[in-house]
């Protein structure tokens, strides 16, 4: 119990201490969003179709963010999972996103993600 204590105070310094992270992807995409104060908020973000964040982590050298679509809310609008690299700092890993309007139309590209205190 202690060191999970510990644990969640090494760890929640960083996110919180963070206040911005700018994504890009190809296409010249670029996603830019601000971390919540809180563990347990969630980010907004902007993007093609009005989205809401469900799922989001930015601890322990991770970040996961889940978009739902706003009026669909079983359709997953945007997915992204990276990992700090230790040379850069940047997050790099894979960005999933649905740009269909009635349809479904994937897009699994690389992503970076840069953090801005």
Do not use: H, W
Not at 72 to 89: L, Y
């Amino acid at each position: 119990m202690t060191i999970g204590i510990i644990l969640l105070a090494i760890t929640q310094p960083n996110a919180a201490s963070a206040k911005s992270v700018t994504c890009l992807y190809p296409k010249d995409q670029k996603l830019v969003f601000e971390v919540p104060k809180k563990l347990t908020d969630l980010p907004s973000i902007d993007f093609d179709y009005p989205t809401r964040v469900t799922e989001f982590s930015f601890r322990d050298g991770n970040l996961l963010l889940i978009a739902m679509d706003d009026a669909e809310r079983s359709r997953i609008r945007m997915v992204i999972s990276a990992q700090r690299d230790r040379a850069t700092g940047a997050y790099v890993g894979q960005i999933v996103t649905d740009t269909g309007g009635n349809q479904l139309m994937f897009d699994n590209n690389q992503v970076e993600c840069k953090v801005r205190d």
